[in-house]
């Protein structure tokens, strides 16, 4: 399975999520299954790393994570993955500028599999890493248990 998530700016909240799911998926044994990205909505932060807060975060929690270059979702990239995780719904309007449109039914908020259902504030502007790291942990293990997967177990 392909999984991409998808915030503004590929520094904060999508790479967050890339790297937290990446972790649970090592953990329940099945990383082999799975293919995780993560990209940006804009042009902004192309070619930069994870935002430093954000990488203390991931630290703070034990969440490896590892060097890497913020990219812009491109129109043919639709076609490659099986579910496209949004951080907000800002986030689809934008997408929706690249690809037009979701024939297909990919494109799911990252809240989508959980009792939330809101979109996850940027911590870029509000600067509660803690805030969105628990909501994006909420939002992968919904997602793990939608799958079918024993996401309670995960540390």
């Known amino acids: 399975m392909i999984v991409m998530f998808i915030c503004h700016g590929n520094i904060c909240r999508s790479p967050m999520a890339e790297f937290i799911f990446k972790d649970m998926i090592k953990q329940l044994g099945v990383s082999g299954d799975f293919l995780v990205e993560s990209s940006a909505t804009s042009r902004e932060e192309i070619g930069n790393d994870m935002y430093p807060p954000a990488k203390r975060k991931l ?6 994570f ?4 913020a990219r812009q979702f491109a129109k043919e990239d639709y076609a490659r993955f099986d579910y496209i995780f ?8 934008n997408l929706c500028r690249i690809i037009r449109d979701d024939p297909e039914g990919k494109v799911h908020l990252i809240t989508e599999f959980t009792s939330l259902g809101e979109d996850i504030a940027d911590p870029w502007y509000s600067g509660n890493f803690d805030e969105a790291f628990d909501q994006i942990k909420e939002g992968c293990r919904g997602f793990l248990k939608h799958l079918g997967y024993d996401s309670d177990r995960l540390r």
């Open 66 to 69: 590892s060097k890497r270059a």
């Open 59 to 64: 630290r703070e929690k034990g969440v490896p």
């Open 86 to 93: 949004i951080m907000e719904r800002y986030n689809f309007v």
